[in-house]
Structures are given as C-alpha cells and as structure tokens.
C-alpha cells in the first residue's frame, strides 16, 4: 500500500448510535489499567513483614509494571495484525482476570511476582490495544473519548489505593486484591459483545468511518525510522518513570515523614485523582493547541516544585506537594493523548502506541528499582531525588522538541518522496 497521512476531517456520527457497547467498553478497560498496581503498593509493606521481604523486593514490585507493559507492548502489535483489536482487548483482559484472581492465593513472595506479572502482562497489551480501538470506534470524537478513556484509567488507579487499608484491615489483603478480577472479566464480556455487534451489523456507520480512513501500510519497522514516534517515546518513557516512582514510594516516602500507612494511600489517591480531574480537560486541549510544548513544560515545572517540596517538608505541607505532584503527573495523559495525534489511521495508531508504550515502559523500568535502591546504598533520599532530576531534564528536551502534532504517516509519506527518485 502507499503511506499517506489522512488530513481530511471525519464526519461526526451520532455518540451512541451503534457504539454504546464500544463505549462502555473502553471505558471499564480503562479501569484495569492500573488497578493491579496501585491496589497493591499500599499493602507491600504489610505483606513484606507476612512474607520477608524489604525494600529491595518493594523496588522491584515497582519495576515490574514497566517492564511488563514494554515487554507485551512491544509485542501487541504482531498480536493485533493476527488476531484484529477486539480480540486482541479480549485475550489481554482474561489474562489480567486471571492474574488479578490467581495473585490473592499467593504463599510467598515468588508466587505473588510470578502472578503479578500475568496480571500485568494483560494490563500491558490491553493498554496498548485500547488507543487504537478508540479511534477505530470514535475517529469523529477523539478528544472526548480520549478523555473518558484516561479519566477512567486514573479512576482505576485511584480507588484500590484508596480502599485498599481498609478493606485489608476488615476482608484481609488476599480479598482486597483478588475483587479486581471482577472488572477485569466485565470488560472483557464487553469486548466480546461489541465484536458481535460490529459482525452482525456490517454496513453500520463504524464500518463507513474505517472505510473513509485512507489506506496506510504502516508496519511496526516504522516506527524505528520516525523522529516523531521516537521524541514522544522518551517522553512517555520518563513520564510513566516518575509516575512509577510515586505509585510504589509514594506511600514509604510519606510514611518516613511520620504518617501513618493509611494516609501513605490517601495521598496515592490523591495524587492521581488530581491527575484525574485535569484529565477531563488535557486531552482537548492537547488535541486543540498546534504546539503542545507549553503544556509539557508547565508540568514539568509541577514536577520540580513538587518534589522540592516533599523532599525538604514532608510534613508542614503534604497534600500541597502531592495536588502539585498529581497535577505534574497529567502528563502521563498528555503523552497518551499524543499517541494519536502523532497518527492518523487505526493502522498507525496502532503500531505508534506498541512504540511508545513498549519502549517507552523499557525506558521506565529501572526508575522504581533505582530510585529505592539508591536509598538503600546512601542511607538518604538525596542520590534518588538527583536521579528524578536527570529523568526530568529529559522531559524538558523532549517537550521544547514537541512543537507540533506531526505523524508517524507524515514521516512515512516523507521517506516514500524522497526514496521514489532514486528507485
């Protein structure tokens, strides 16, 4: 096929009509993408005493979302041209049922990372599959699907950390974690009936929306060529490094301060319900501005502030370093955002978002390690805070270096111009 951006404007169709079930299922994976993670953090110190283990298993418990998400994500788009997105949502979503359920029958520590990888390698390609679902559903209304897309995702994140003490305290932390299961299995039911809806309707309006898209034979070799896939990788990638660092120590670094546990989650919860609330507005605004590099900037700034402030007055003011440090992290759903912006074509989006999200998470895997194990080696914060500095050193270099929404089909369309005279 030739490779050619569509700059052309998609019809705009009726929200429900037709895409209900699309609809609701976006949004209930979008819960899962996170709830194995941060509905566990809180309890690690709790089930370290009950199994053994220190802070060296809880830096590693924070590598592992990165590592599984870049693993499997590097790998969904092969899974994708096999199988097709829905199928694909499917297979990632009973995945992470099972290990979700399996991961509360654990007896020691081997058995609860082993099956916290399942679950995560089910997050990891249903976190890819669902940027490119979005637009193969809803090319008409990106922004605000993107929008229900990540407000759900934070909300997946904010309410097992936030329910997680106490629920441990009263049903025990086996239950606690294994219930998310539950959504995890909804959303893959939902899957399951929007593909029979899509086959059992076919000259509906979707199928007219994918037929308008024009043809891009864009293979994941692609991306490995483009500048502008590869910027927004580096920038997911130090992003989700910051976001992992806070979602596992977050909690130790409060409690340090003398807070008690439960409060450690509170302000987990807060700090990504902040984040939550500025994403009802971030992907419009992302979508709408031609240079999103401000944006970029200003939490990057967040970031900073943030920081300082829980590094040098962990106590005197709390919940405003962590309201900053969550307004600092809607970054996360900038970058997601930038996933299909940066592409045109259910196709492209596709291949950009195993990209980014795969070698995106490999770049985010050793922040969580590092950062703790830093700790352990100084006996102080001091040498983990200079590592987050050099992380968002970086993210200042890739925001200045997003000036605009360019595609991964520009750069191919590009390549084929300047290739096709010397054929």
């Known amino acids: ?52 283990f220190g802070a060296g298993t809880i830096g590693v418990f924070g590598m592992l979302p990165p590592a599984c998400f870049a693993l499997f994500g590097v790998l969904t788009p092969v899974l994708i041209r096999r199988i097709g997105l829905e199928y694909t949502a499917i297979v990632a979503l009973l995945i992470t049922t099972a290990g979700v359920a ?99 309707r076919p000259h509906h309006h979707v199928n007219q929306l994918e037929a308008d898209a024009k043809p891009v034979g864009v293979l994941p070799r692609h991306a490995w060529r483009s500048p502008t896939v590869w910027n927004l990788t580096v920038l997911f990638g130090m992003t989700s490094w910051n976001v992992f660092i806070l979602f596992t120590w977050l909690p130790t670094l409060i409690i340090d301060a003398g807070h008690t546990a439960e409060f450690g989650g509170t302000m987990v919860s807060l700090l990504i319900g902040v984040s939550m609330i500025i994403g009802v507005f971030a992907p419009t605004l992302t979508i709408r501005l031609r240079n999103p590099a401000p944006l970029v900037e200003a939490c990057v700034l967040l970031y900073v502030i943030g920081y300082a402030g829980i590094a040098m007055a962990p106590r005197s003011a709390t919940v405003l370093w962590v309201i900053l440090l969550g307004a600092a992290s809607s970054l996360f759903i900038i970058a997601t955002t930038m996933i299909n912006t940066h592409s045109s074509t259910p196709a492209g989006s596709a291949v950009a978002s195993g990209f980014v999200q ?39 270099v890739t925001g200045i270096r997003e000036r605009r929404h360019r595609t991964l089909e520009d750069d191919i369309s590009h390549w084929e111009r300047y290739e096709q005279p010397q054929q």
């Open 1 to 52: 096929m030739t490779a050619t951006a569509s700059t052309h404007r998609p019809v705009r169709y009726p929200l429900w009509a037709g895409r209900t079930t699309a609809l609701f299922a976006i949004a209930v994976s979008a819960l899962n993408l996170r709830s194995a993670v941060t509905s566990l953090s809180p309890l690690l110190h709790g089930i370290g005493t009950e199994f053994g």
């Open 102 to 200: 399996l991961r509360g029958l654990s007896g020691n520590t081997s058995s609860l990372i082993l099956l916290s990888i399942v679950a995560l390698a089910g997050m990891g390609i249903a976190g890819v599959v669902i940027p490119p679902l979005v637009r193969e559903y809803f090319p008409d209304r990106l922004a605000l699907m993107s929008s229900v897309y990540l407000i759900a995702l934070h909300l997946g994140a904010l309410l097992p950390p936030l329910l997680a003490v106490p629920f441990a305290n009263s049903i025990g932390w086996r239950l606690t974690i294994a219930v998310w299961a539950v959504v995890a299995a909804l959303a893959a039911a939902l899957w399951a009936i929007t593909d029979r809806v899509r086959r059992d």
């Open 358 to 396: 795969g070698i995106g998470g490999a770049i985010a895997v050793l922040g969580p390690l590092l950062f703790g194990l830093l700790h352990t080696w100084t006996g102080t914060w001091g040498a983990s805070y200079a590592l987050v500095g050099a992380s968002l050193t970086i993210l200042t």
